[in-house]
């Protein structure tokens, strides 16, 4: 009977099965958005300005304001591109990396017409970079990935589509370009100087600008622009404070390929000195071929002062070996100033009868048979004053009289023009007041 019920009881109970453990789908999480991030999302890095102000409070001297954007590393030696509106007035800039060490950056050159500027780290060591791509061929609908530091938010990804190219935005500088990218990856403060990526990790644009009535909408600055800019960019003199005394620019060649050409050559420059002519085609530079004037240029970058520049250029229907020093500004500038004003000085501040201190260019070098000699200018005296009158340009008078406008009159004065000065002389009670006639 127990058996009987028992058995009746195991009929009765259905048979319930033990789960078994399922598979998990095998989707690919490393999408290509994800592959771009981990391969290139340490080349956007935060910069982070400092400017100074003096208060006009007596108890608070000096004030700092602060700003934040980001920047694009496009090279190996630490050459980053971002925003001329981010780092303009800076008086310091420093960068973020993304392993969290800050550095300091120099400006190289920024140029606010198109809102760019070239910026350089220092260190001894290849940085991660960015890849320039093309935005002549991008096409409305890809994905777009924008990487940047929106309000201080470090490496922060947005994706989005392409929504349009050849916008009109208005810059605030005057200029209203229409090459703009649209996108609708999120863009906001702090993006600024940020990079636009398409699906192959390319640099296709710096983002820059934001509508704040819209949402969703954002503009970059497309990399063929950027492209164009760079080269001006990069100066030598600005940079390192060196000089050879020539500038560079591209052309179509025959073959339809970009050609290096010296479009102008200073007068008292290395340049002009050993040889190097306006119109002299660059085909070797230190034995190697330079391929794009942005790469002959970040080499002349890594010049010093006292390097030779070896030079293998094409003229007429010749070649010529050019062999060329690389100076100091201070060193062209000297030879020019003898040239064109027959002195050479530093400006100083300068003690005067009466106790007080004034802003004056001190002579220690005078030409013999120049302009200066001409006047009488001698060794020590005190030029304090000084009265422009170019031809074509505004006449100006200025109180404390320094190199740079005297550097002016060397680079734009012409031969005859005159500046009327006004000097200290020991010994002498009184100011001295004369006129100085531009040399050739």
Known sequence: MNHLLAHALLVAIPWVSTPQSQEPFQFNRKTPVVQVVERFGDCVLSVSTARHRRSRSIF????????????????PAGYVITNAHVIAGADAIDVKLLDGRELPARLMKSDPDNDLALLKIDANEPFPYIPFGNSDDLLIGET???????????????????????????????????????????????????????????????????????????????VDRVSRVLPDLIDLPVARGLSIGADFDTITGRNGEPEIVVASVETDSSAARYGLRQGDK?????????????????????????DTLSLA???????EDIRLPVEPVETVTRRQFLRKLGFWGEAKLVRI?????????????????????????????VIYK???????????????????LFFAACKYAQTGDEI?????????????????????
């Open 353 to 381: 009868r009466d106790g007080r201190m004034i802003s004056g260019f001190v002579i220690d070098e005078v030409r013999q048979n120049s302009p200066a000699t001409s006047l009488g200018l001698r060794v020590d005296d």
């Open 144 to 222: 777009v990935i924008a990487l940047g530091n929106p309000y201080g938010l470090s490496n922060t990804v947005t994706t989005g589509v392409l929504s349009a190219k050849n916008r009109s935005v208005p810059t605030g500088n005057g200029h209203n370009y229409d090459d703009f990218l649209q996108t609708d990856a999120s863009i906001n403060p702090g993006n600024s100087g940020g990079a636009l990526l398409n699906i192959n990790g390319e640099l296709v644009g710096i983002n820059t600008a934001i509508l704040r009535q819209g949402q969703g909408i954002g503009f970059a600055i497309p």
């Open 60 to 75: 608070e001297l000096n004030r700092q304001d602060s700003g934040l954007g980001s920047g694009v590393i496009i090279d």
């Open 420 to 440: 009327i000065v006004e000097l200290l002389r020991r010994g002498e009670e009184l100011p001295l007041k004369g006129t100085l006639v531009v040399g050739e």
């Open 282 to 306: 660059i085909r070797r530079l230190d034995g190697e071929r330079v391929e794009t004037l942005l790469d002959f240029k970040k080499q002349l970058l890594e010049k010093e002062a006292g």
């Open 313 to 319: 250029v094409e003229r007429g229907d010749g070649f």
């Open 386 to 404: 000084g009265l422009f009158q170019f031809p074509n340009q505004r006449r100006f008078e200025v109180s404390m009289v320094n190199k740079d």
